[in-house]
């Protein structure tokens, strides 16, 4: 035993340690003292024999005397109302006084362990208990569309739960979801605070009774791909999953990050490379105009979606006669037994009976056969003569990490002796661009330093000689906010040249922030990429189903079949009545599916059609344009 320890000094180390239990232990003591005191008094009482009574009330028992005891110690005015020998009345006051220091600190130390509870449960501190939930792991301004898209996706399965795990005040993300996400569709959103890389946190959400789960970058961190790899691995190495592998959906946004991720997630994780993405969707909206609302559409789910459908009555059939098979959904793509999808396989491709069809429809539930395939019409089918492809000129205002993933891909679709200009105002942008020309092959590459929205600097440049346009963000150098307003000034003076000089050109311009875009129609300009608003439908088109990612890696890939928007005069005469079944046996004929169509306006062409009824007529007039699924 330590030398110089006084029995008090041995008694408040045993306080002290009793006390640092916590508050339950604080309750039980409070308890016992409580119930010491009250049974004291009436034991007290009861042996005195000092309780009052007369001939119609006898003297009170021991239960009664601790129940008179109990009623005392909780309500101190009770005694006021005693009659008897000043020692009964001694007694019971001397109860009312332990109660009042005792019971009465039981009830403050109740009060503040039901506060603190109420605490943590506002914190999302507790675990959630569901099954089949869909699990956001990190908190971005994506998380509220891919909410949203993931409400709407499930709006015929009422009662679906998404559950969000993020470093942030449970209320505060409860309340942001509530704000920009008002309609859930039935669906019910959990939030719970926490870090998704660490174990006792990843444990909040559930992971391993989640149907799906989706990774997003942590907002405003240096590195947002470091923290999405170590969830996934955090994810991977979760030793409570028992039934199957994990559905992860994962956003990397560098590219040289891809191969760590698919180490540590293996096949449990499908890649979302979003630079990557936003680049080829780019490139492809700047030699497409329109296309970029026909990816939104086929990405959200408020329209028409891909889904994979089995229809073993085609089997033996051929592929190209599966394209007009469907009244309400439009066959562009195949998938085998072995889980391998092919866009626009051979027509002549017979079908298995377990084979699924890649279709684009408005729901799974509403592809329906067509009741008959009317004769063709002969007469009003044209054939087109392949036009040789030509030199371009392309100019790319602005700059950011996503600029050598869109020179790379102009490359791939150019022919030798294409112009690329790039006019940027930064050192970063001039080194990447001299490392670029080593690479690039059918595109002289000349960058000009300069400010994009200096009037000036774009009239020297001769905007009006370009056939097409690219307006790039300076994501990496502002915040949203001021890279979409450079954005939108560079807009308004490339519209300013256009009506002042009459000469057109398309613009694709990058935007980070939807409503920026709304602000920016204004400017006339053919299409907008909102990075982060494709990323997350993307994100949420893959939580639902991951097979959906080699259909979208083909669409984006600038080999293999691509969507085209093509001179409609090519495929049925102009201003005849057609039905959608002839233009998708013209398209057949040159080995392409006809997929929709797109009206053109009095200046700008609207909105292109997708999966229109096979039955339905229309008259193409000039300008009108057939969307396809090709090879080039």
């Not at 098979?325 to 037994?337: I, K, S």
């Amino acid at each position: 035993m330590p030398r110089n320890v006084t029995v008090r000094d041995r008694f408040n180390y045993r306080f002290d340690s009793f006390m640092s239990r916590g508050p339950i232990a604080l309750v039980g003591a409070l308890g016992v003292a409580s119930l010491l005191v009250i049974v004291l008094g009436a034991v007290l009482v009861h042996t005195l024999g000092v309780a009052p009574s007369d001939a119609d009330h006898p003297r009170p028992g021991l239960v009664t005397l601790i129940w008179m005891s109990a009623m005392r110690a909780m309500d101190a005015g009770a005694v006021g109302g005693d009659d008897g020998s000043p020692l009964y009345l001694g007694l019971m006051l001397a109860v009312t006084l332990g109660g009042i220091f005792v019971v009465s600190a039981l009830i403050g130390v109740l009060n503040n362990g039901l506060g603190a509870k109420l605490d943590d449960l506002r914190k999302g501190r507790s675990r959630v208990i569901e099954e089949g939930h869909t699990l956001i792991l990190g908190w971005s301004a994506q998380v509220f569309t891919v909410v949203s898209e993931l409400c709407e996706a499930g709006k015929n399965h009422p009662g679906s739960v998404i559950v969000v795990l993020g470093d942030k005040d449970k209320v505060e993300m409860e309340q942001e979801i509530a704000t920009k996400v008002p309609d859930l569709r039935g669906a019910r959103v959990v939030c719970r605070n926490g870090s998704p890389i660490d174990l006792d946190d990843l444990d909040l959400g559930s992971p391993e009774t989640a149907r799906a789960i989706v990774v997003l970058g942590p907002e405003g961190a240096d590195d947002p791909d470091v923290n999405v790899i170590k969830t996934v691995l955090a994810l991977v190495g979760h030793k409570k999953r028992e039934r199957g592998d994990f559905h992860i959906v994962a956003e990397i946004r560098d590219i040289k990050n891809r191969i760590p991720a698919e180490m540590v997630g293996g096949r449990q994780v499908e890649l979302v490379m979003s630079s990557d993405v936003i680049a080829r969707i780019a490139v492809q909206t700047c030699r497409q105009s329109g296309l970029s609302s026909i990816y939104t559409e086929l990405l959200d789910f408020g329209g028409d979606e891909i889904y994979f459908h089995r229809a073993p009555a085609l089997a033996g059939k051929t592929f190209g006669e599966a394209l007009s098979a469907f009244e309400d959904g439009a066959v562009m793509g195949l998938r085998g037994d072995d889980g391998k999808t092919r866009l626009l396989p051979p027509m002549d491709t017979k079908l298995e009976a377990n084979d699924s069809l890649v279709v684009i429809a408005e729901d799974d539930d509403k592809i329906r056969a067509a009741t008959k395939v009317p004769a063709v019409n002969e007469d009003v089918l044209r054939t087109a003569r392949k036009a040789a492809p030509e030199a371009e000129s392309t100019l790319i205002l602005g700059w950011n990490s996503r600029g050598a993933t869109v020179v790379s891909e102009l490359d791939k679709y150019a022919v030798a002796g294409s112009k690329l200009t790039i006019i940027a105002d930064d050192e970063t942008s001039a080194r990447d661009i001299a490392a670029l020309t080593r690479k690039v092959v059918n595109h002289e590459v000349k960058f000009v330093a300069g400010d994009i929205t200096d009037r000036s600097v774009l009239d020297a440049a001769e905007v009006t000689t370009f056939k097409h346009v690219i307006t790039l963000s300076y994501a990496d150098k502002y915040g949203v906010q001021q890279a979409d307003a450079v954005t939108l000034v560079t807009l308004l003076h490339l519209r300013a040249i256009e009506e002042t000089q009459g000469d057109t050109f398309s613009v694709v311009s990058e935007m980070l922030d939807l409503r920026n875009q709304k602000l920016a129609e204004v400017t006339g300009t053919d299409d907008f990429i909102v990075s982060e608003n494709l990323v997350s439908l993307l994100l949420a088109q893959l939580a639902e189903n991951k097979a959906l990612g080699a259909v979208f890696e083909d669409l984006f890939d600038a080999d293999g079949a691509e969507i085209y928007l093509k001179d409609a005069g090519d495929y049925v005469a102009v201003g005849e009545s057609v039905d959608f079944f002839t233009v998708v046996e013209a398209a057949r004929r040159r080995g392409e599916i006809a997929i929709g169509y797109a009206i053109a306006g009095s200046s700008k062409s609207r909105a292109p059609k997708l999966n229109p009824k096979k039955s339905e007529r229309v008259k193409f007039a000039a300008g009108d344009r057939v969307v396809v699924l090709a090879d080039a």
